[in-house]
T-cell receptor, first 112, second 115 residues
Framework: GENVEQHPSTLSVQEGDSAVIKCTYS??????FPWYKQELGKRPQLIID?????GEKKDQRIAVTLNKTAKHFSLHITETQPEDSAVYFC???????????FGTGTRLQVTL | GAVVSQHPSWVICKSGTSVKIECRSL??????MFWYRQFPKQSLMLMAT?????????EQGVEKDKFLINHASLTLSTLTVTSAHPEDSSFYIC???????????FGSGTRLTVV
């Protein structure tokens, strides 16, 4: 089955700096890669996603890049703000199996 | 947008008792519902996939007789934790596909504490 690895597990940045979180996946059939933000005790919130036919996608301060050859994808947050502090999860979906496999999570702390 | 309503949001039960968690899709038909468990400071781990009208598919290591899943209609899926023990204490969350073009909607989660 699919295996998604994520790093770093914790990331501390100063307000205004950029944050980058990286994930790798094992199943070459995976073709959908969402990123979720989860606050304590809350449901995961989709912040951006990318499909395998696209190499990069951007939404304001958030961008995701995908390298299918290397089987890795990354989340980029620019101009970080304290409200960006949360746990971020990447995930992969093979489509055929129709289920999401989550990465291990990254705890992002944006300090003033 | 698509909404999945999950209840209860939290529950405390005594060891040995059973607890039922419900997930309802409010404005769409959820053919497939996914059930996850999340321990503190850990990731979401898929427990099982339920399809309306058929038996659930459990992930390796998940006891199907302990975690009973029922998906009797296109708008309701339930997870029953039977003979709960303290180690079952966790955050349980459901998720449904909202259409053919991917997209997953998550319930708000249930915090289960077994004492």
């Amino acid at each position: 089955g699919e295996n998604v690895e994520q790093h770093p597990s914790t990331l501390s940045v100063q307000e205004g700096d950029s944050a980058v979180i990286k994930c790798t996946y094992s199943d070459s059939a995976s073709n959908y890669f969402p990123w979720y933000k989860q606050e304590l005790g809350k449901r995961p919130q989709l912040i951006i996603d990318i499909r395998s036919n696209v190499g990069e996608k951007k939404d304001q301060r958030i961008a995701v890049t995908l390298n299918k050859t290397a089987k890795h994808f990354s989340l980029h947050i620019t101009e970080t703000q304290p409200e960006d502090s949360a746990v971020y999860f990447c995930a992969g979906d093979t489509g055929t199996a129709s289920k999401l496999t989550f990465g291990t999570g990254t705890r992002l702390q944006v300090t003033l | 947008g698509a909404v999945v309503s999950q209840h209860p949001s939290w529950v405390i039960c005594k060891s040995g008792t059973s607890v039922k968690i419900e997930c309802r899709s409010l404005d769409f038909q959820a053919t497939t519902m996914f059930w996850y468990r999340q321990f503190p400071k850990q990731s979401l781990m898929l427990m099982a996939t339920s399809n309306e009208g058929s038996k659930a598919t459990y992930e390796q290591g998940v006891e199907k007789d302990k975690f009973l899943i029922n998906h009797a209609s296109l708008t309701l899926s339930t997870l029953t934790v039977t003979s709960a023990h303290p180690e079952d204490s966790s955050f349980y969350i459901c998720s449904a596909r909202t259409g053919s073009d991917y997209g997953y909607t998550f319930g708000s989660g249930t915090r289960l504490t077994v004492v």
